[in-house]
């Protein structure tokens, strides 16, 4: 069954350093997103993305992010200069159509630590 | 601005009992309502979609149910087995597909 599958599996970094965390979503899926879930706290929106562009994004979004798909499979999210609140499980979602009657398929998750 | 509230937090029942766990979200203007499960450290895998215009979903032993004008959902879980050991997490989705809104998750614990 295909999956959404995510890059690295664990990260750890400084704080200011800039890390890129890579999703493929699945094949034939036109709509993606990134979530994230802060340790003992709810799953968050951070941004969706369709036809190249930003659909919707969070607050939490602000100009520290960006997403970039660069190629025909990967979908990237991209944190300029980490801070320590930045720690939290980054998931990365995809769906073939707005989801109104379709789910969101979620990768396994990337786990950033920033120290 | 929507907001997703699960209760309880935490449940632990023996093996075999039949259990129910609620999720209320303040903002009826949804398009559709769905449960996820979540295994520690892992992803979210999708139980039930409902859509704003249904009244319940089933899935094997799951029975997924939404109240839209009150606000509420229930997802009821059958005969309840240990490997249902897992965070349950409800969503709603307030913009047409661009975002979910997810509430805190219950723990469920499901002893042999």
């Known amino acids: 069954e295909p999956e959404v599958t995510q890059t690295p599996s664990h990260q750890v970094t400084q704080m200011g350093q800039e890390v890129i965390l890579r999703c493929v979503p699945i094949s034939n899926h036109l709509y993606f997103y990134w979530y994230r879930q802060i340790l003992g706290q709810k799953v968050e929106f951070l941004v969706s993305f369709y036809n190249n562009e930003i659909s919707e994004k969070s607050e939490i979004f602000d100009d520290q992010f960006s997403v970039e798909r660069p190629d025909g499979s990967n979908f990237t999210l991209k944190i300029r200069s980490t801070k320590l609140e930045d720690s939290a499980m980054y998931f990365c979602?995809?769906?073939?159509?707005?989801?109104?009657?379709?789910?969101?398929?979620f990768g396994p998750g990337t786990r950033l630590l920033v120290l | 601005k929507q907001e997703v509230t699960q209760i309880p937090a935490a449940l632990s029942v023996p093996e075999g009992e039949n259990l129910v766990l609620n999720c209320s979200f303040t903002?009826?203007?949804?398009?559709?309502l769905q449960w996820f499960r979540q295994d520690p450290g892992k992803g979210l895998t999708s139980l039930l979609l409902i859509q704003s215009s249904q009244r319940e979903q089933t899935s094997g032993r799951l029975n997924a149910s939404l109240d839209k004008s009150s606000g509420r959902s229930t997802l009821y879980i059958a005969a309840s087995q240990p490997g249902d050991s897992a965070t349950y997490l409800c969503?709603?989705?307030?913009?047409?597909?661009?975002?979910?809104?997810f509430g805190g998750g219950t723990r469920l614990m499901v002893k042999p």
């Open positions: 903002d009826s203007a949804i398009y559709n």
């Open positions: 979602a995809s769906s073939t159509l707005a989801g109104v009657v379709e789910t969101q398929y």
């Open positions: 969503a709603v989705d307030s913009n047409a597909g661009n975002m979910l809104t």
